[in-house]
């Protein structure tokens, strides 16, 4: 068995509940991240600014709107790819920090949504056409970074309490780094292409 194919049957055996589990988790968060900005009457304007400024601030942002569709590819991909480094990164603290990232990224689902209603964009629509393409294959992919990051935290975990006798934090590593390279990166360049490329069509198909 080849590495790739040793690579793709340990996340078919693994992983799959993980999928699921925290699919859901992430649905409810991003639902009340949007109930609770809806009966806080948030203003709309004030968490585009919010999102703004975690994307790098207003000029930034018009910055990335005046890129060719490759340019903008490159940024999307790169950005996604290192949410997935990010939480395998903070896997290697005995804390559960990458958990964190999770949350955030469910949040900002819910945030978009709102601005979506707020401007009158329709958020079945908007969801359908702009997130839902390339979000299928971006959001499971962070959800397998999480699930990976788990079992490197745990064997952490195992490793410390076993007073540093415990050697399954190198397996787990070793794993995670080949699912980075073989599993999560094509993920995302695939969600980063549709992203780029096909999301602008649809959108323009359907607000035309």
């Known amino acids: 068995m080849t590495i790739i194919q040793s690579t793709y049957q340990d996340l078919k055996g693994h992983y799959k509940k993980a999928i699921i589990q925290f699919g859901i988790i992430g649905v409810i968060i991003a639902v009340a991240t949007y109930v609770g900005l809806s009966v806080g009457k948030v203003d709309v304007m004030k968490i585009m600014e919010q999102i703004m400024d975690m994307l790098g601030g207003k000029e930034a942002v018009e910055e990335l709107s005046k890129q060719e569709r490759h340019e903008t590819f490159w940024h999307i991909f790169s950005n996604n790819w290192m949410v997935c480094a990010q939480v395998l990164l903070l896997a290697l603290i005995p804390l559960p920090l990458y958990m964190i990232t999770f949350a955030v990224n469910s949040a900002m689902?819910?945030?978009?949504?709102?601005?979506?209603?707020?401007?009158?964009?329709?958020?079945?629509?908007?969801?359908?056409?702009?997130?839902?393409?390339?979000?299928?294959?971006?959001?499971?992919?962070?959800?397998?970074?999480?699930?990976?990051?788990?079992?490197?935290?745990?064997?952490?975990?195992?490793?410390?309490?076993?007073?540093?006798?415990?050697?399954?934090?190198?397996?787990?590593?070793?794993?995670?780094?080949?699912?980075?390279?073989?599993?999560?990166?094509?993920?995302?360049?695939?969600?980063?292409?549709?992203?780029?490329?096909?999301?602008?069509?649809?959108?323009?198909?359907?607000?035309?």
């Open 109 to 208: 689902i819910g945030m978009v949504a709102y601005i979506m209603h707020g401007t009158g964009q329709g958020v079945f629509k908007s969801f359908v056409l702009g997130i839902l393409p390339h979000g299928i294959i971006e959001l499971p992919m962070i959800i397998i970074a999480i699930a990976i990051a788990m079992k490197i935290n745990n064997a952490i975990y195992k490793w410390i309490f076993s007073k540093f006798q415990n050697n399954q934090i190198g397996t787990e590593i070793k794993k995670a780094l080949l699912q980075l390279i073989f599993v999560l990166t094509p993920g995302m360049l695939v969600a980063g292409l549709i992203e780029s490329y096909i999301t602008p069509i649809l959108l323009a198909w359907g607000y035309r």
